[in-house]
């Protein structure tokens, strides 16, 4: 169906900031403060960070919200349960392409995480999306920080020299969701 009704637009928009200093939780980037603390407590040496934003559009959005009008809440269902999981793998394409571009600047990649995550305050969406591009892309947050498209997610991706080991699969391990949830 997503295929058939050409549902996803995958897109992705990343920009890598050098970090001009670092005051507490607070990370100077490119004329810009973002207030990270899980990036600004890691070992090593952050100098800089990647903001990285993923979407899949809003046609899919669109097609889950008719089929649940529809009363066609399992196809509903489904169709964002599949929307999630293409989103999260588009996001792991994103993360690997900044992690091969930073290798090839000498930089070794760190934690990762997104607003709204332990570490990354949800007030701090719209300063990720703006050091991303976001804009290219056509997608915004709204005043609350929830973003449109829907299916589109930002994160922040701590980048230097001696970091440490980047923990296993952060974005569930933070998730409020995690013992419930069905896409893991």
Do not use: W
């Not at 290798?103 to 332990?118: M, T």
């Amino acid at each position: 169906m997503i295929e058939r009704e050409d549902l996803a637009a995958p897109a992705i928009a990343y920009c890598i900031v050098p970090v001009s200093r670092v005051i507490g939780a607070y990370i100077e980037l490119d004329g810009m403060t973002v207030h990270s603390p899980g990036l600004t407590d890691a070992p090593g040496e952050l100098q800089a960070v990647a903001a990285t934003v993923c979407t899949l559009g809003a046609a899919l959005e669109r097609r889950i919200s008719a089929l649940f009008a529809a009363r066609r809440r399992s196809l509903a269902l489904a169709l964002d349960d599949i929307g999630n999981e293409l989103l999260f793998r588009l996001a792991d394409r994103s993360i690997g392409t900044i992690r091969r571009r930073a290798r090839r600047e000498g930089l070794e990649s760190g934690i990762e995480a997104s607003p709204g995550d332990r570490g990354v305050p949800l007030d701090q969406q719209a300063t990720v999306l703006v050091l991303a591009g976001a804009a290219r892309i056509a997608v915004s947050a709204s005043g609350t920080s929830m973003l449109s498209p829907v299916k589109s997610l930002s994160i922040l991706i701590a980048l230097g020299r001696g970091l440490g080991p980047r923990p296993a699969p952060g974005r569930c391990d933070s998730c409020p969701s995690r013992n419930r949830c069905r896409v893991k």
